[in-house]
């Protein structure tokens, strides 16, 4: 019996493959979505001026010819050039938009970096967009602020020049979301650190030149025993044991890394020694915006693409988008990821004017991981089988965003902030 | 040395579908995408090259319409263009301007400017006219160098390999002269984040086309604009004498 269901089923999925293949060549024709409405109101821009408006339009640019036409190949070859990519990008001047001057950046405000995270979200995977955001925007911010000049020089200039990938080395097999409890350690012996440790989920890790690596250096309480040390990746003793396999972001590499006794100078030390963690913690309101700019633009993209497909598959005699249930559940949708968006820009604007946007970015980041996965879930309903095949992006937009609600702070732990600014978490007992 | 003139237009992006308004007087602009015209990038990228390689002193950048314009002509500023002009033309004239209009305005500022080169694309993708270069040149009586694939300047004179119906055309023509791109003459450059930067110090000037002396009467009416008739189902036959029997009986064959 369940032989018999499992080759009704090998037959009907081996159909279905047939048919797709020959919609793949229909569905490419206008897999350059046209934007529907090609609304985007450049002048009254509570945020933007033109200057972001021309970021975006070269960026786009980039991305449409030296980005997205390989996009496939990557996904499908489970990773994607680093260095050549970065290096494009750095050429444009787009790796160090907040940066310092004297390192090659160009010293603009977060609202340009938002801005750029917003356009790379027409990269037609999470994976590069991601991959782009950790060279940026989570493993150089402490070293362009605390970091000393000659550290800068070796690792920040030729990171924002493209010429080095880096690598953030902060979660570990035994600790994510409680990054206090990390184990990998440097020990301190003459001008050394020696490393030994792990790290995992680490993006760009097989690619990396460097990593920005979050180690305990000393005992004593485990906010201020931390620091961040610059670790060439070519070092003996770092061993990049394997290259995880992933549901999604498959053309991003991400590595789970060994060390053993690797000796590091002592002058790679980023700032002071026990302020790894408060520096790495400054970041996570930029890196949270982050994310969430990049995947408004993806569900934008998501759902004009099945607009699109939606009115021209018929489904009893009229287009699927026809029902009611299509066209208003896509309006439910595309409201929340307005009200989003709205969020996304107030909270920028408070932060460059020196806010502290913590409760309002951990909310954008909550918010992004669930929406994304609602519209990634509804989209894909509406595609039917077709959503079901890897020959369609929303399948693809399904998979890469899943881990929003988990990477870059889970959903849990942005709660929990919340929770913790509107004071509503458990207190201990008052002691007697 | 020489001055290099480029005209760049603001068009509806190409990626943009385009809609007719209700009344069907012309297509809905409003709220919609604009970029720079597809050829107007390649007639700035070739000035800047020429720069880039110092057979000319300055490149500038000139659009005609209202306001957004000038986001147009600071594109080309980051593009390498030295600076910009931006005519001023908006309501019933910005509607009714045509390349009569703009070639008016390009032979007045040419002879202000001094320019040896007047750069265009070759048409716009809105209107595809491709006229604007030809009555420029008319105009002031200049050689033109239309549909160039290929620009070499050589002493004052410009040689252009042009793309016609039969292959390519060479041409050798003195200077001052009127050339338009076409789509294989360059492929342009993105504008890096810190030209993006730096266009914003460079200089757009500000006119008129009164005070060119420019006349902007049209005498073209736009009379209606309809979409182009949606594509019917085609019918699919059995046999090659069903086909035939089929064209016969409706009169193709």
């Known amino acids: 019996m369940a032989q018999r269901l499992n080759s009704v089923v090998t037959r009907h999925f081996s159909k279905l493959t047939s048919l797709s293949s020959t919609r793949k060549l229909t569905e490419n024709v206008s897999s350059k979505p046209k934007t529907a409405s090609g609304s985007e109101i450049t002048s009254d821009h509570l945020l933007y001026t033109p200057e972001h408006f021309a970021l975006k339009e070269s960026l786009k640019k980039i991305i449409d010819q030296d980005i997205n036409p390989y996009v496939d190949q990557w996904e499908a070859e489970g990773i994607f050039p680093a260095h050549k990519v970065f290096k494009l990008l750095g050429n444009a001047g787009f790796l160090g938009v907040n940066k310092p001057v004297e390192y090659g950046g160009l010293g603009l405000d977060f609202s340009y970096s938002i801005a750029m995270s917003e356009e790379l979200g027409n990269i037609r995977c999470g994976g590069i967009p991601m991959a782009i955001g950790v060279q940026t925007d989570m493993a150089t911010p402490a070293l362009a602020r605390f970091g000393s000049t000659e550290l800068k020089k070796e690792f920040l200039l030729p990171s924002i020049m493209g010429d080095k990938v880096a690598c953030l080395g902060v979660s570990e097999v035994g600790a994510g979301s409680d990054v206090a409890t990390i184990k990998t350690n440097a020990v301190r012996e003459g001008d050394e650190y020696v490393v030994n440790g792990g790290k995992m989920w680490t993006t760009n890790g097989t690619q990396a030149d460097w990593m920005c690596l979050l180690a305990n250096t000393s005992d004593g309480p485990s906010h201020k025993n931390k620091s961040l040390i610059c670790l060439p990746m070519n070092s003996p003793g770092v061993h990049i044991a394997r290259k995880i396999d992933k549901m999604g972001m498959r053309s991003s590499d991400t590595a789970e890394v060994f060390f053993v006794d690797v000796r590091v100078p002592c002058k790679n030390l980023i700032g002071q020694e026990g302020m790894g963690f408060t520096y790495q913690m400054l970041q996570f309101q930029e890196e949270r915006l982050w994310a969430c700019g990049n995947i408004l633009t993806m569900m934008d993209n998501i759902i004009q693409e099945t607009i699109q497909y939606t009115r021209q598959r018929k489904i009893f005699k009229m287009p699927v988008l026809y029902h009611q249930s299509v066209h208003f559940r896509l309006a439910e949708l595309e409201t929340e990821i307005e009200l989003l968006r709205s969020l996304l820009h107030r909270s920028t604007a408070l932060y460059i004017k020196g806010n502290d946007v913590t409760k309002l970015a951990s909310m954008a980041k909550l918010k992004a991981g669930r929406l994304s996965r609602e519209v990634g879930d509804s989209c894909l309903q509406y595609w039917g089988g077709m959503g079901f095949t890897s020959d369609v992006l929303v399948s693809r937009f399904y998979r890469d965003a899943r881990l929003l609600s988990i990477g870059g702070g889970a959903d849990e732990v942005m709660l929990s902030i919340i929770c913790k600014y509107m004071d509503t978490l458990p207190k201990p007992p008052p002691k007697k | ?253």
Not at chain 2, 84 to 98: N, P, Q, W
Not at chain 2, 143 to 172: H, M, N, Y
Request: hydrophobic fraction near 40%; charged fraction near 30%; glycine fraction near 6%.
């Open chain 2, 1 to 253: 040395m020489s001055r290099v003139l480029v005209g760049v237009k603001r068009v509806i992006d190409y990626a943009v579908k385009i809609r007719v308004k209700p009344d069907h007087s012309g297509v809905v602009t409003d709220g919609v995408k604009h970029s720079m015209n597809p050829f107007c990038e390649i007639a700035v990228e070739e000035a800047v090259k020429l720069k880039e390689k110092k057979l000319i002193k300055e490149v500038v950048a000139v659009s005609c319409g209202p306001t957004q314009v000038t986001e147009t002509i600071r594109t080309a500023l980051a593009m390498g263009c030295d600076r910009g002009i931006h005519v001023e033309v908006s309501g019933k004239d910005y509607e009714a301007m045509g390349p009569l209009q703009i070639s008016k305005i390009f032979a007045a500022l040419a002879k202000k400017e001094e320019a040896s080169l007047i750069i265009l694309g070759k048409q716009a993708i809105d209107d595809d006219c491709n006229q604007t270069g030809q009555m420029t040149a008319a105009l002031l009586d200049w050689p033109q160098g239309t549909f160039a694939s290929e620009v070499t300047i050589d002493g004052e004179k410009v040689k252009v390999v042009r793309e016609i119906d039969g292959g390519l055309e060479t041409i050798k023509i003195s200077m001052p002269a009127v050339l338009t791109a076409d789509l294989r003459l360059n492929t342009p450059r993105y504008a890096t984040l810190p030209n993006i930067m730096k266009a914003k110090k460079k200089k757009i000037a500000n006119m008129k086309p009164a005070d060119l002396g420019v006349d902007m009467v049209s005498r073209v009416e736009v009379l209606r604009v309809d979409e182009p008739p949606t594509r019917l189902a085609g019918v699919k036959v059995e046999t090659v004498d069903d086909l035939v029997a089929k064209l016969r009986a409706n009169g193709t064959i």
